[in-house]
């Protein structure tokens, strides 16, 4: 095929010229052929081709060998479109995965919520980050009373009349074995204490008290206090970190003398119910104050960090009645008490 351009052909026919066989030639060869110039099949693969046409059959079959539409598990693409639809059943497997992944979903757990579908540790949660360091002293550093014996001496804790009250054994409800009640017996203020027995305990890291008691139908005229103080009867103590609950309103307490005290107010504590009360020396420069419902589920915390005795106290639970009827009252019930001494500095024996 000739390669004579356009404007050179036209040179050939101007005006009075007579064009030659070979300029008639060059016209005919520089012209497009259907027969001669269209590329066959073969033709049209053949890259290093340059000077033939392609129809758009030709063109069709050359795509369809060297760029095939892909079938999408075993769909074509729409013609008009170009856009597959595949159903679930199209994909193997599929319908499989989701039916799997529903049912993980539907059989997952629960959030995680502390003492509701996880336990607790000593009331400690174990959700969140950090470690829960248990004691391996804690038991045999345990001074306790389960209140089971009908005594005026319970354990390590010895009984202390208040003005003629008195103590009495013999009650016993479900989980609660041992139940004492300190009771209000003579007009005027009286009631009962169970102490160490002496200013003992200088507060130190570890050191904890725990008691479970049980309020009256009744909290009027009532005044209750528990944890580590240096007074066993209605005086307050001069010196101590404690529990105080008057009239079933529960605060908790820090006193370095009479004038230096910080006080902070709890929850109001319902009649007739089971109440877990712990003091923790956290350092001798924090106290921790928890309540426990009967469950051993937390209630209410709250850290004291002023006026935190440096002396040696008792630990005891003073319950006394108030007021002038001389008929016998229950003021508080008490099933279990003890001091948790942790790990003294003196080390384990």
Not at 33 to 50: P, Q
Not at 83 to 102: A, F, P, R, Y
């Amino acid at each position: 095929m000739s390669t004579e351009s356009r404007d050179s052909l036209k040179g050939y026919f101007q005006t009075g010229d007579r064009p030659t066989k070979s300029e008639f030639e060059e016209l005919i060869n520089d012209t497009v052929n259907r027969i001669d110039d269209k590329a066959t099949d073969v033709e049209a693969e053949n890259s290093s081709i340059d000077d033939k046409y392609i129809t758009p059959k030709t063109a069709k079959k050359s795509v369809e060998k060297f760029a095939p539409v892909k079938k999408v598990n075993g769909v074509l693409p729409n013609a008009t479109t170009g856009d597959v639809v595949v159903g679930m059943n199209d994909i193997d497997g599929l319908q499989t995965s989701i039916t799997n992944i529903e049912n993980d979903v539907a059989n997952k757990q629960d959030n995680l919520v502390s003492g509701n579908n996880i336990k607790t540790i000593n009331g400690l949660s174990l959700l969140g980050n950090g470690n829960i360091q248990i004691d391996q002293a804690t038991g045999k550093n345990v001074l306790l009373s389960d209140f089971i014996v009908a005594s005026s001496s319970q354990g390590v804790f010895s009984g202390i009349a208040i003005s003629s009250g008195t103590s009495t054994m013999g009650i016993f409800e479900q989980n609660h074995p041992g139940i004492m009640s300190i009771r209000k017996t003579v007009a005027g203020d009286s009631g009962y204490c169970y102490a160490i027995g002496g200013a003992v305990l200088k507060l130190y890291s570890g050191l904890k008290c725990n008691i479970i008691l049980k309020t009256n139908s009744n909290q009027n005229n009532r005044t209750i206090r528990f944890g580590f103080e240096d007074s066993n009867n209605l005086t307050q103590p001069g010196n101590g970190v404690y529990f105080e609950i008057v009239n079933g309103n529960i605060t908790s307490n820090a006193v370095t003398g009479t004038s230096n005290k910080t006080t902070f107010s709890l929850n109001q504590l319902s009649n007739n119910t089971w109440y877990h009360l712990r003091i923790s020396v956290v350092s001798t420069s924090e106290i921790k104050y928890e309540i426990f419902n009967d469950a051993g589920v937390l209630m209410q915390t709250h850290s004291i960090t002023t006026n935190i005795p440096t002396i040696a106290l008792n630990c005891n639970v003073v319950g006394v009645g108030l007021g002038a009827t001389s008929a016998t009252e229950v003021v508080i019930l008490i099933d279990y008490m003890d001091v948790d001494l942790g790990s003294p500095i003196r080390g384990d024996l």
